[in-house]
């Protein structure tokens, strides 16, 4: 078994946890902040047998496409200090995990 942990985009997140839903698989949604931007993110942690993980990161990737364009201004941040290149949002950042033991009580 493997554990995922995804960091999706609160725009993404209702879908994704739909879609994971729908397909069976079990997901925890949790709230969270980016350390960069400081704008809220969703961490989903979902547990998956090893033979589902590729279908559950395919079902995340497919509902976290949007890709913003925000430029560092914008979010108040020192242009000086990031430059003034535009910053990408959207999309999952996805972490997999072997998990050691796994109960349910
Ligand atoms: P944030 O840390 O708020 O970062 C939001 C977006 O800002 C990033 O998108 C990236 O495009 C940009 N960014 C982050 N750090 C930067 C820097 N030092 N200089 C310039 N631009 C920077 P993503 O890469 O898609 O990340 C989205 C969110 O996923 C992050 O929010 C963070 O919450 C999480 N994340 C990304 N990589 C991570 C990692 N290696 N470990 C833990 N969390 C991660």
């Known amino acids: 078994m493997k554990i995922i942990f995804a960091i999706i985009n609160n725009d993404d997140a209702p879908v994704v946890a739909n879609q994971l839903t729908r ?3 079990n997901v925890t949604k949790m709230a969270s902040t980016g350390g960069f931007l400081m704008r809220g993110n969703s961490t989903f942690i979902s547990g998956v047998e090893d033979d589902r993980v590729d279908e559950a990161i ?4 497919k509902y976290s ?3 913003g364009q925000i430029s560092p201004a914008e979010l108040g941040l020192a242009g000086e200090s990031f430059g003034n290149n535009q910053i990408t949002v959207g999309g999952a950042t996805i972490f997999v995990l072997d998990v050691e033991r796994y ?3």
């Open 58 to 61: 395919e079902i995340i990737k």
């Open 23 to 25: 397909a069976g698989l």
């Open 65 to 67: 496409q949007r890709r």
């Open 103 to 105: 109960e349910r009580a």
